[in-house]
């Protein structure tokens, strides 16, 4: 395949170096470390945008390690004015962004009646005016470029919600909206710009040691758990291929949305009835980090890095997704064998 297509596939150009500039939100942790990795494993230059300064100096330490261009820019993506600043400041000192991934979140684990008003807004405002703000800044760049592509990083609790996180899917609801509207926009202006969305599974991040949670147990995320490798591979997959409106990412993804679009009252029964246990380890929770006010790693002093406390229990791999990621290939090949056994059943009859 050409250079020129496989630009056009992807939606964003590559330099003369094959390098592209990927710019990752939430980037000191979990799902967006991970991702950040990746992108920079296969030689692209990374942009990391988070709070805290603590994880965010040691993925770039662990960044430039890959030989790549990395810009570490502190950024509380509720601000909207420095998400716009950031964006400015990415381009001027590493050039034109390429790829932009949404991941960055916050949440509080509580039954709703005990969260406060000023709790929800900042989860609000974070997990999905974050991802408002950065698109807001960053596509009129990539129209005018006339190349590039948007990632939001989503759950499969954009389409199916869970009790003990109302703000989280909430959020993820309404970033599922945003994202379907703009594509409709941009498929309407027949831009090259390109959006996608990746649902993710349970993963295995430091989230569930540093969220405020109000639960009498620590919270876990409800098996299977996958390891944030998987979410990255997903993301960096998505960014090649973003003409797909989304991914979803496990079978557990697959399974829960498939059952919520035939029977989500019976969900709803099913989740009131187990969805407390699940999420909850006999483990008293940590109260001496929270981060939804001020960054995990700013008040504890360490990096939390990608992985969470579940790494005994997390798959480092999905069938499901190396499936995904194979339709044409599997396609081609069953084609292959259809075309093959009906000559050889024509043969057999003459």
Request: charged residues 20%.
């Amino acid at each position: 395949m050409s250079t020129t297509r496989q630009a056009s596939e992807r939606g964003s150009r590559r330099t003369t170096s094959g390098r592209r500039l990927v710019a990752v939100t939430g980037a000191s942790g979990g799902i967006g470390r991970a991702t950040a990795v990746e992108f920079a494993r296969r030689g692209d230059d990374v942009a990391l945008l988070a709070r805290g300064e603590e994880g965010l100096d040691a993925a770039a330490a662990e960044l430039r390690g890959f030989g790549v261009r990395v810009l570490a820019v502190p950024v509380d993506m509720a601000d909207e004015r420095q998400v716009f600043d950031a964006v400015a400041r990415v381009e001027e000192e590493l050039g034109p962004i390429d790829v932009w991934v949404n991941v960055a979140f916050s949440s509080v684990f509580s039954p709703f009646d005990q969260i406060r008003p000023e709790e929800y807004r900042r989860a609000t405002e974070v997990t999905y005016l974050g991802y408002v703000w950065a698109t807001m800044a960053v596509l009129p760049r990539m129209k005018a470029r006339g190349h590039g592509t948007i990632v939001h990083v989503g759950s499969a609790l954009a389409y199916r919600g869970i009790p003990l996180q109302t703000a989280y899917c909430g959020a993820k609801h309404a970033t599922q909206g945003f994202h379907e509207a703009l594509r409709c926009e941009l498929l309407h202006d027949k831009s090259p710009v390109h959006v996608t969305m990746v649902q993710m599974p349970a993963v295995n991040t430091p989230q569930f040691s540093w969220v405020l949670s109000r639960l009498p147990g620590h919270p876990q995320p409800v098996p299977p758990i996958y390891q944030p490798e998987v979410a990255a591979r997903a993301v960096v997959f998505a960014a090649d291929h973003p003409r797909r409106r989304e991914y979803w990412v496990g079978s557990s993804t697959v399974l829960t949305l498939m059952a919520n679009a035939v029977v989500p009252g019976l969900l709803d029964r099913y989740l009131g009835r187990t969805g407390f246990d699940s999420q909850q380890t006999d483990e008293l929770p940590r109260d001496d980090v929270a981060n939804i006010f001020t960054p995990a790693d700013g008040t504890s002093g360490k990096d939390f890095g990608a992985h969470g406390a579940f790494d005994d229990r997390a798959h480092s791999a999905s069938a499901q997704q190396w499936v995904a990621h194979r339709y044409p290939q599997l396609a081609a090949g069953l084609g292959a064998v259809a075309t093959l056994g009906a000559g050889w059943a024509w043969a057999r009859r003459r």
